[in-house]
Each structure stands twice: as structure tokens, then as C-alpha cells.
């Protein structure tokens, strides 16, 4: 197999080429359109569809894919009736640090938007997944994250009540919740995390502000203080187009 000479590590080898060498129509287009993607900024308008189908020689529908697929991708967003260059995604650390260090890191303004703040008895699932007594009050604090007022995921957080009695009086909503905790004195000692992909309920993409057929990350995470006992257990969605995650193996 010949590879080109600036193959760059981690791209599609042979730019997704099958062996028997056929590309398809739409995606011999989306690799023209990524190219030219390359050659914008931020923000930047690409062509419609209608000239980027003549330009191409190509249908409408053709460009509509090819389209669908870099927006899915993160490389391009709608915006208003037109579509522009995305910026980069946002890269989050798989580690016990919050979502505002990660976000501040890459320059971007972290924020989040209160959906609710209840509290109710402890049921049976999150009883066995979190080791908290079956029945003992905990909150649930469902949270819009944002990065620069853009709204890129959705975070619900259960704690019990006991541990942050005045979670309800105490804490700013638009405020880190780990920041809260360290500032009580409460301190990680480890957590189990999984990752999965899935599409957002009607309720969720419309908090998110996404069509329902839009990939989502969604991380599940119970935590646990340095005495081992358990603290928080975490349902996150992040946006696919908007988000990769990061980690630093060791062996």
C-alpha cells in the first residue's frame, strides 16, 4: 500500500480510500470542502450549497451529505441560513479536575446555566452505584455547560444532602461545584468513569441547544473522598462536534 509522503499520524490512511479504490461521490466532495475549510478562519462563510454543487459538478443532495457529515464532525456549524468554520474543539482532560480548569485552559470562558435544584429520596439504582443509603435525601443539580455564552453540554450532578445540607442556599449555580467542595474542606480521592456515545433526548438537545441526531459523549462518573466514601455520581453530556477528551497514559 503506498501511503502520501506527509501522511499525518492519526489521519485516515490513504484520506479513506476503500482497496478497491471506488470513492464515493459525497465524500470525494467533503474532502474538497475540508480542504477549503483548511484555507478559512473561525467563522469564515463557506459557499452555499447551490454553488457548491455547481462548482463541483456534483447534486444538491451530494454536498447537503458531505456537508452534514463535517458539521457532525465539528469542522463546520450552522449559523442563521449559512454554514461557517467552526473553531476548534474543546479538549477535556479525563481527570479529576473540573470542567471550568479545563475550559480556562484552552482560553475559553467557562459558564453554566441552572435547569434545577431538587432534592429526593435516594432510589434503589443510585443507592447500589454510589454506596448511599436506599431512601436518604440527596440533590439532584442539573446544569447548561457553556464555553464563551455557547452552550456545549449538559451535566447533572447527585450528592447527598448530608454531606452539602445548604447546596441550595450555599452555592452559585453558574459556579464550580468541585470548587464549592474545596472550599468546605471536601477533597477527591478517586473515581470510576465510563464513556459512551449517544443521541440526546428531545428534552435534552433542546437545553443543549443541538438536533436530536447530533452524536453526544456522554460520561457517567461516581467519585469518592480520600476516606473512600462516596461523594458524587455524575451524568454528562458533551456535544460530539465540540468536544475530544484527553488522557495521559502511564506504564
Known amino acids: 500500500m503506498d501511503y502520501p509522503n506527509d501522511q499525518a499520524p492519526g489521519a485516515p490512511v490513504r484520506s479513506g ?71 476548534p474543539k474543546l479538549e477535556q482532560p479525563l481527570s479529576l479536575a473540573s470542567y471550568t480548569e479545563g475550559v480556562r485552559r484552552q482560553g475559553r470562558t467557562p459558564g453554566r446555566s441552572l435547569v434545577t435544584l431538587d432534592r429526593f429520596p435516594c432510589p434503589d439504582a443510585l443507592a447500589a452505584e454510589t454506596g448511599l443509603e436506599r431512601g436518604e435525601p440527596v440533590w439532584h443539580l442539573e446544569r447548561v455547560l457553556l464555553a464563551d455564552e455557547e452552550r456545549v453540554g449538559l451535566e447533572s450532578t447527585y450528592v447527598a444532602v448530608a454531606r452539602l445540607p445548604r447546596l441550595d442556599t450555599d452555592f452559585e449555580p453558574d459556579s464550580s461545584f468541585y470548587g464549592y467542595l474545596h472550599d468546605r474542606g471536601i477533597t477527591f480521592g478517586d473515581a470510576d468513569e465510563r464513556i459512551e456515545t449517544v443521541l440526546a433526548t428531545p428534552r435534552e438537545a433542546l437545553l443543549i441547544g443541538t438536533p436530536p441526531a447530533l452524536p453526544m459523549l456522554l460520561i457517567h462518573r461516581v467519585s469518592r473522598d480520600t476516606a473512600g466514601q462516596p461523594l458524587e455520581r455524575v451524568r454528562t453530556l458533551y456535544r460530539g462536534d465540540r468536544f475530544s477528551f484527553t488522557a495521559h497514559l502511564q506504564g
Do not use: F, M, N
Open 17 to 87: 480510500i476503500p482497496e478497491h479504490g471506488r470513492i464515493p461521490k459525497y465524500y470525494a466532495v467533503k474532502a474538497r470542502i475540508d480542504h477549503l475549510v483548511g484555507e478559512l478562519g473561525e467563522g469564515d462563510l463557506i459557499p452555499t450549497e447551490r454553488d457548491l454543487s455547481e462548482e463541483y459538478g456534483v447534486a444538491r443532495e451530494t454536498v447537503r451529505q458531505a456537508l452534514r457529515e463535517l458539521v457532525l464532525e465539528g469542522k463546520l456549524r450552522r449559523q442563521g441560513r449559512g454554514t461557517v468554520v467552526a473553531g
